[in-house]
């Protein structure tokens, strides 16, 4: 079997939450979805994300230095379908958003945003790890469950004891 193929198939067993990263730069926007996201740090407050270096949101993300993470919530899976395959000047025009205070957009009906400034860049493989520093993030739906994504498809969580 093909390595590749069969990585894919090993890390869909992972499941994952689902967020859609944005930035801004000279007025153009650019955002695409990424499971590849996490915390780095509590001290300071460090993220990280993971981007293919053939997306056009990798070069505005590196240009500008900046970011704005939307956490998607259940029942998100059009969003993220949308930011994952429409054409990147559609992405906007299909989905509803307000500007964070760092000027990026979020998604409305998001559970939480969090606004980041880079402070390294590692290019690694074919993707780039952007690291920042939060500087801004609220919660906006504290009910609402995680869009999940598990086996190539959106999953729902479990309530469990």
């Known amino acids: 079997m093909d390595p590749i193929r069969y990585f894919k ?17 000279n007025g153009d926007v650019a955002g695409l ?12 407050l460090l993220i990280l994300i993971s981007i293919s270096r053939t997306s056009t949101t990798h070069e505005v993300i590196r240009q500008a230095g900046r970011y704005t993470v939307s956490i998607l919530a259940e029942g998100q899976g059009g969003v993220s379908t949308t930011f994952a395959g429409a054409p990147s ?24 945003y969090i606004d980041a400034e880079v402070v390294n860049a590692h290019d690694e493989g074919d993707h780039t ?24 498809r959106y999953q729902r969580l479990a309530d469990t004891e």
């Open 33 to 44: 979805t990424v499971n590849s996201f996490m915390s780095v740090s509590l001290d300071p």
């Open 129 to 152: 790890l952007f690291v920042a520093r939060v500087t801004d993030m609220h919660i906006l739906n504290p009910d609402a469950k995680p869009l999940a994504y598990h086996r190539s």
């Open 9 to 25: 198939n090993v890390m869909a067993s992972f499941p994952t939450g689902v967020t859609v990263v944005t930035s801004r730069l």
């Open 89 to 112: 000047r559609e992405r906007f025009a299909c989905v509803p958003t307000f500007d964070s205070p760092m000027g990026h957009p979020v998604v409305e009906g998001a559970i939480a």
